[in-house]
């Protein structure tokens, strides 16, 4: 801890997937002096913008400060009694499939553990989701059919070791700023390197590209399907990998050359891919939400690691698919089995053995038989009113989820709706029978991890203002009160890491991937002091990588390559809806600005929802630049502000989902994404959605 001074307390960013460490302090008026940690290994030193602005968004206006009942201050144990009772009696009649939990990637671990043990093991239903399924669901669906488990083979290190990186469906300048910034600084230190964006628009990550695709949306298995045809023609797969591999000649099978024509590239284009990619023995595949919202995202994703899987590129320096996940604790929730079709410490929730030993760990009284529903299933029932009593944590379902008028209107008409939060009036907690108010970054104690799995810790900064708790203790007291008082009786959130850490080594046992039981026994100094660290500790003889001695987590021990078919986005778009929608992420913003938006200079970047379209578009259509324009299909509709460009294919458009507000521009841009799912992760598809665009 030599470089911290004085004052400055070490915690880890409340943002993006990278899991910068920062150096907080307060600055005596309520905010915080931040900077990035120069020990920590995800960021060394670094900061983006957003990190950089952590201090500006402390502020307490629309604070969530005390417990509300009907819309009237509550005193906590009213409060905590109030949701106790209603769950209970809802339990009671309707059985534990009638209730709900829809939680969150902003939560720490130690809030998922807790929300997750008590919908799993005592309230005895899976239905538990979160909106990491909004984000990386296919991803997580890909690693488990490829390797048998959630597992990232690789680190961030092999992003800088690679000889070719390729971005596919990652605007990683903008969302993942400091591992872009890493890139940036390994290419200028090595220029041989070469970095290739696959992606419709031409973002700000083309900015380092050797190549950019243009890729027609939704085509990712079509050219990775080429790609690996191609690898077995020129016969560059690994022979002493493959005997690792299951299924290599059913996914070769179905690997169409001829399907590349719908990824609209050209000849020469794919080409100068292919051979980039099957010429340069150290390639790191990364891919993110481009890859992820899709109705074919867990193809997508098994696409990419078949390449790698053929080529025997996987696991060792510089080489290995790489999943960049959006939220700052997407993978701790996945470690905690926080999605309804997940158990704990990544066993397997249809494995009767894995939910025996998980329930005989919590001493639990009833564990669900099977997965939970889903984030749109979720919702459904609600609508249908099969769902009764529903609790949301650190999200705003209202505004995010797909067909989110639709959404909005279920939660209202849910007969029991709480939402815990730290802001008082997102569009989720103007719907809510009780408002529970939450500790914020900044304010509580607990870990995240990153998406290279470094478990860092996020440290209360300031005391959390007025009465708000940590969701962890809030959950408990909630579980303590449904009538579970020694199963969610902990002094604080060290002793929850420690109950999740020694379940994971009885994960291990089982043969999962995940186990940090040596972090069971760790002290309250231990917790308060402890510095990131990556899982496995036992893996550090692979470089802290997976799979390059070819053992895998599956029945067999071997990889499995998925045979997989290129599919077109589920919706094209017609004549009446002639615009293909991709939605996405700005630099300086994030998720509904609940934070972000405090800070005055984020909001300097681009400071209203716009729509990006192309100049002959816009000209087709009389829209003019800095005017207004309707975007219209049968969800819903937005009116933006028009950006004129042509870093948008012709006859699509590109608009950031950070916006609400019910006068023009209104930026509600996922009231107009549909709601088709991925079959296998039930991942919304939320970057191909036809509307139509008119001037308003
Ligand atoms: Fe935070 Fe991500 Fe920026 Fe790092 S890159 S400072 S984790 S938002």
């Not at 397997?348 to 329930?359: E, T």
């Not at 008028?405 to 802001?423: E, G, P």
């Not at 589920?570 to 996405?584: I, K, R, S």
């Amino acid at each position: 801890h030599l470089s911290a001074q004085p004052g400055e307390i070490r915690t880890t960013c409340a943002y993006c997937g990278v899991g910068c460490g920062v150096l907080a302090k307060p600055d005596g008026q309520g905010g915080l002096a931040v900077r990035g940690d120069p020990d920590h290994p995800a960021n060394r030193g670094r900061l983006c913008s957003k990190g950089t602005a952590l201090g500006e968004t402390m502020g307490l206006e629309d604070r969530l400060l005390h417990p509300v009942i009907g819309g009237v201050r509550a005193d906590w144990d009213t409060a905590l009694n109030h949701v106790a009772d209603r769950f209970r009696e809802t339990i009671a009649e309707h059985g534990p499939d009638s209730v709900a939990f829809y939680v969150s990637g902003q939560m720490t671990t130690e809030d998922y553990y807790v929300a997750n043990k008590l919908m799993k093991g005592f309230i005895g239903s899976a239905n538990i989701d979160t909106n990491s399924r909004l984000c990386m669901a296919s991803t997580v669906a890909g690693h488990k059919r490829a390797f048998g488990t959630d597992t990232v083979p690789g680190t961030y290190e092999d992003l800088e070791l690679a000889d070719l990186v390729v971005l596919t469906g990652s605007n990683l300048a903008w969302c993942h700023p400091v591992l872009y910034q890493r890139i940036v600084a390994a290419k200028a230190a090595r220029p041989a390197m070469r970095v290739v964006v696959i992606d419709p628009r031409r973002t700000a990550t083309c900015d380092i590209a050797d190549l950019h695709l243009a890729i027609a949306p939704g085509a990712d298995v079509a050219l990775f399907n080429a790609l690996l045809a191609e690898i077995d023609r020129r016969g560059a797969r690994d022979p002493r990998f493959a005997r690792h591999l299951d299924g290599m000649a059913e996914a070769l099978a179905a690997a169409r050359v001829e399907d590349v024509s719908l990824t609209g590239l050209s000849a020469a284009e794919i080409a100068t891919f292919l051979d980039m990619w099957i010429g340069t023995e150290k390639v790191v595949t990364v891919f993110s939400q481009g890859v992820n919202q899709s109705a074919s995202g867990s193809d997508k994703v098994n696409a990419i690691i078949n390449c790698h899987l053929a080529t025997g590129r996987i696991g060792q320096p510089g080489m290995g698919p790489f999943s960049v996940t959006g939220q700052p604790n997407a993978m701790g929730g996945r470690e905690v089995g926080g999605l309804a079709n997940a158990l704990a410490s990544h066993l397997d929730i249809d494995n009767p053995a894995h939910r025996d030993a998980v329930q005989s760990f919590w001493n639990a009284p009833d564990m669900p038989a099977g997965a939970g529903l889903k984030a749109v299933d979720m919702f459904r029932a609600v609508e249908r009113g099969e769902i009764k009593a529903l609790w949301i944590i650190c999200t705003n379902p209202a505004m995010s989820m797909p067909e989110a008028d639709r959404v909005r209107a279920a939660i209202a008409n849910c007969d029991f709706a709480a939402v815990s939060d730290i802001t008082a009036s997102t569009d989720t907690a103007r719907l809510a029978h009780v408002l529970l108010p939450a500790a914020g970054w900044g304010e509580r104690d607990g870990s995240v991890t990153n998406s290279d799995r470094t478990i860092s810790r996020q440290r209360a900064v300031l005391p959390a203002p007025g009465e708000a708790r940590p969701d962890w203790a809030i959950l408990a007291e909630v579980g303590q009160r449904m009538g579970w008082p020694g199963a969610f009786d902990w002094p604080d959130a060290a002793a929850v890491f420690r109950e999740h850490a020694a379940l994971s080594g009885v994960a291990g046992r089982l043969g999962a991937d995940f186990d940090i039981s040596d972090h069971a026994a760790l002290d309250a100094e231990g917790y308060a002091t402890l510095a990131p660290f990556r899982w496995p500790a036992a893996g550090a003889r692979q470089g802290g990588r997976f799979f390059r001695d070819g053992r895998f987590f599956t029945p067999s021990g071997r990889g499995r390559m998925i045979p997989v078919t290129a599919r077109p986005p589920v919706a094209e778009p017609d004549g009446n809806h002639p615009f293909q929608l991709n939605t996405g992420r700005i630099r300086d913003q994030w998720h509904s600005m609940t934070r972000s938006g405090r800070s005055a200079r984020l909001n300097r970047h681009m400071g209203e929802p716009f729509v990006e379209i192309h100049p002959e578009d816009a000209e087709r259509l009389g829209l003019v630049p800095a005017g207004l324009a309707e975007l219209r299909n049968h969800a819903g509709r937005a009116v933006l502000r028009v950006l004129v460009t042509d870093r948008v294919r012709r006859g699509e458009v590109f608009a950031p989902i950070h916006w609400s507000g019910e006068t023009a521009p209104t930026g509600r841009v996922d009231a107009l994404v549909t709601a088709h799912v991925d079959p296998v992760s039930g991942q919304p598809e939320s970057k191909a959605v036809p509307v139509s665009v008119a001037p308003y």
